[in-house]
């Protein structure tokens, strides 16, 4: 079961979120995908999270892996997409000051072309 799709650009891949609910029994799945994204050649990361409405503690964990990862490899991470709901969560525990968060997929891809 995969919970995203990727789409390759020249100089960065779109991860698109499939997923509604990323907890319990998906946070594993999530983790192994998103992680060997990261072990690739492509720097650059865009996740498109449009399609998620609810993430446990565990996917955020899992999201902070894969900016600490992107850090050390030098390549930028950006997150687009967010509900209101999500968005409410990044801000409350401060998540905001750590990703780089756009509202929409080009404006994300202008970011990392940049």
């Known amino acids: 079961m995969t919970l995203m799709k990727c789409e390759e650009k020249p100089d960065y891949t779109v991860v698109y979120i499939q997923e509604k609910k990323i907890f319990q029994d998906k946070v594993f799945t999530f ?16 996740i498109d999270m449009s399609n998620v409405e609810v993430i446990n503690s565990s996917g955020l964990g899992v999201l902070i892996l894969l900016y600490d990862k992107q850090k050390k490899n030098e390549g930028k991470l950006v997150l687009c997409g967010l509900s209101m ?7 409350r525990m401060r998540l905001h000051t750590l990703f780089q968060i756009e509202s929409s997929l080009p404006d994300a891809e202008k970011q990392v072309i940049q």
């Open 31 to 46: 983790r192994e995908e998103l992680l060997g994204l990261a072990e690739t050649e492509k720097h650059n990361l865009i």
């Open 85 to 91: 709901l999500l968005q409410e969560i990044f801000e």
